[in-house]
C-alpha cells in the first residue's frame, strides 16, 4: 500500500496541519479522525490495515486529515463563541486547501467518513456542502453541538448542526442535490453509544421527511462505541458500497 505524507503552514489556523494519502486509486474518502485526533489517528488504531485490501486493490483511498477539536468545539477554554469562529476556520481550511489538493490528485467524486467525532465532519462537510461530495459513511457520529457548548448556539453553530438546519432545509438547489448522494449513517446501541444512537435516529427520520434518501443501519445491543467495531462496520460497508474483494 502506497503511502504519501503531506504538511503544511495553515496561518488561519496558525499551525501546521498534515495529511496522508492511503492508495493512488479508486474512490476517494476524506477521512476524518475521532475526536482530538490527529491525520495518523486511523492508521494508529488499526482501521486502515483493517480495510487495506480495498486500498491496494483500488477500489478506494483514503486522504486523513488532522482534527481542530481542541481549538474548537471541545476546547476546555476558549468561550463557545470563539469555538464557534475557530471551527468556521477549519471548514475554510478543508474547503478551500484539502479539496483542491485531493481533486488534484484524483477525478472521481470525494466521499467524506469517519468515525465517532469524526463521523460528525464528515456528515456535517456533506449535508452542508453537498454539491462538493459525492456521498458519505458516518460511524457512531452526534450531528448536532450541545454535547459540547450547552445550551449555547449562534448561527455558526447552526450551519454546522445538520440536526438543527436539515429540517427548516427548503432550497431545492441543496435538498435535489442531497437527494443524489449516498448517505451512510450507522451506529450501535451497546456501551456509550449515546447520544449517537439518538441523534442517527433523529437524522433518519429527518431524511425520510425531506424525501432525501439515506441508509441508516442501526447495529445491535453488542455493538459499543470503539475501534473494532468501526473496522467491522466500515469493511462491510465498502464492501457492499464498492464491491467485495476479489
Avoid at 56 to 79: I, M, N
Avoid at 170 to 199: H, S
Avoid at 212 to 229: E, K, N, R
Wanted: hydrophobic share 40%.
Amino acid at each position: 500500500m502506497t503511502i504519501s505524507h503531506y504538511h503544511w503552514w495553515v496561518p488561519a489556523l496558525a499551525k501546521e496541519m498534515g495529511l496522508n494519502r492511503y492508495g493512488e486509486r479508486g474512490i476517494p474518502f476524506l477521512a476524518f479522525p475521532a475526536q482530538e485526533g490527529n491525520h495518523r489517528n486511523l492508521e494508529d488504531f488499526g482501521l486502515i490495515s483493517s480495510i487495506q485490501s480495498f486500498i491496494e486493490e483500488g477500489k478506494v483511498q483514503f486522504f486523513t486529515v488532522d482534527s481542530y477539536d481542541a481549538e474548537s468545539w471541545t476546547s476546555r477554554v476558549l468561550p463557545p463563541q470563539a469555538r464557534s469562529q475557530q471551527y468556521e476556520a477549519y471548514v475554510h481550511y478543508i474547503i478551500d486547501e484539502v479539496l483542491p489538493l485531493i481533486q488534484r490528485l484524483t477525478s472521481a467524486p470525494i466521499w467524506t467518513t469517519g468515525v465517532s467525532m469524526g463521523a460528525y465532519h464528515a456528515a456535517n462537510f456533506l449535508f452542508r456542502f453537498p454539491h462538493k461530495f459525492g456521498g458519505v459513511i458516518a460511524l457512531s457520529g452526534i450531528y448536532e453541538l450541545s454535547t459540547f457548548l450547552g445550551e449555547y448556539s449562534d448561527e455558526i453553530v447552526y450551519l454546522n448542526s445538520p440536526l438543527w438546519f436539515l429540517p427548516n432545509l427548503e432550497d431545492p438547489f441543496y435538498v435535489n442535490e442531497l437527494r443524489q448522494k449516498r448517505i451512510i449513517l450507522c451506529v450501535g446501541q451497546g456501551a456509550w453509544e449515546e447520544p449517537m444512537l439518538t441523534q442517527t435516529r433523529l437524522m433518519g427520520q429527518i431524511l425520510e421527511r425531506k424525501g432525501i434518501p439515506a441508509w441508516v443501519d442501526i447495529w445491535g445491543l453488542d455493538v459499543v462505541h470503539d475501534w473494532p467495531w468501526w473496522h467491522k462496520q466500515m469493511n462491510y460497508f465498502l464492501g457492499k458500497e464498492f464491491g467485495s474483494l476479489s
